[in-house]
């Protein structure tokens, strides 16, 4: 295979696996997250928190050059993964 296309997969090995890391940091947050809100009786979604994220992702995309509605779609999808297992674990 060519070298440098070899280089570049190299690279981008790299940066999934930081990603699958960050995911799993962030959900090990949100599961402890999800269990003080079951504790308290909270409810699963915060929409008010979540329309602040995503603005301040929305920005840093902007700034940081990546597609602010991509950005969006994807903590949108990480959002609703971590409300079904907030609501699981309140009935639990
Ligand atoms: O901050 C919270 O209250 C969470 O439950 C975490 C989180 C998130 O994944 O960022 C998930 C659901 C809420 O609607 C808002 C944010």
Known sequence: MDESLERYRQSIDNIDAALVFMLAERFKVTQAVGAYKAKNALPPADPGREE??????????????LDPDFTEKFLRFIIDEVIRHHESMRGA
């Open 52 to 65: 602040r994220q995503i603005a301040r992702l929305r920005q840093l995309a902007v700034d940081a050059k």
